[in-house]
Every structure is written in structure tokens, then in C-alpha cells.
């Protein structure tokens, strides 16, 4: 008896905690009128797609984005023979965001890391390297988009 009540207590405490996952596309209340890449565009491009699925058509905050992205490709290891063994990759992004119909401007500043190993061939070295900026590109997209989500709320 005791233990079934322990149990039902257990469950309804862990089950009614108030959790509850937040829907970020109903967040979303602004229209990007342009954005001008600078920079390495590659890389400015794969974040304009994959933050531009949550713009709104007609919404009363229009922003001007201006995304400037820097890669860095530094040598982390290297191993007795003075081989490299071992790339870290950094991506910078500096976004100015504009709202066109306040006239207020944000600067923000994000960066994402990561390294990855030289493999026996070029093609797996490559391999290795685009799969990591992939992730690194996919990480600053999410972040792009949740400080544009919280600034234009704060504005």
C-alpha cells in the first residue's frame, strides 16, 4: 500500500512539473526586408537559409540584417614526426541588426567552435572538415535566429 502510494505520489510530481516546450516559430514577429552578407559568404548563405524559414510575410517589425563571417583554421596538434593531426575550426559572426521602422540598431557578436582529425587520405581530411563546419554552421544559425528572437522582444 505504501509503495503504490510512493509510486503515484513519484509519478504525478515528475508528470505535472510545468514544463513545457517552447514553439519559437510562434515567437517569430518580424519580416527581414535584406540581408547583406560580408565576409566569407559560403558561410553567410547556409545561415540565411536555415534561419529564413521562420520569417513572417507581413509583420510590423522590419529588420535590416547585415552578417559579416569570418572562418579561422588553426593547427591544434601535432604529433612527434611535426604531422598535424588535430584542425580547430572557428566561425565569427558579427550581426548588425537594423529596425527599419524605429531606427534602432543592435550589434551582436557570436562565434562557434570546433576541431576535427586529419584522416590517412585527403578525401577523409575533407570529409572530416565539412562535416564539422555543417555542425558549426547549424550551431550559429540557432543562435542567429534565438538573439534575433530575443532582442526584437526586448525592443
Keep these: 500500500m505504501k509503495k503504490t ?4 505520489l513519484t509519478y504525478l510530481l515528475l508528470v505535472g512539473c510545468g514544463y513545457k516546450v517552447i514553439d519559437k516559430s510562434k515567437k517569430t ?3 527581414v526586408e535584406e540581408i547583406i552578407f560580408t565576409g566569407d559568404k559560403r558561410i553567410g548563405n547556409r545561415v540565411n537559409r536555415n534561419i529564413s524559414i521562420y520569417f513572417k510575410e507581413n509583420s510590423k517589425n522590419l529588420l535590416s540584417i547585415t552578417l559579416d563571417s569570418q572562418k579561422e583554421k588553426i593547427i591544434k596538434e601535432k604529433n612527434i614526426k611535426n604531422q598535424i593531426t588535430k584542425y580547430e575550426i572557428k566561425i565569427t559572426v558579427n550581426l548588425k541588426i537594423n529596425v527599419i521602422n524605429k531606427n534602432i540598431e543592435k550589434y551582436i557578436r557570436l562565434s562557434s567552435y570546433g576541431d576535427y582529425l586529419v584522416g590517412e587520405n585527403n578525401s577523409d581530411t575533407r570529409n572530416n572538415e ?17 538573439e534575433l528572437i530575443s532582442n526584437i522582444d526586448d525592443i
Design 5 to 8: 502510494l510512493l509510486i503515484t
Design 29 to 31: 514577429n518580424f519580416t
Design 130 to 146: 565539412l562535416s564539422l563546419m555543417e555542425n558549426l554552421i547549424s550551431n550559429i544559425s540557432e543562435d542567429v535566429y534565438s
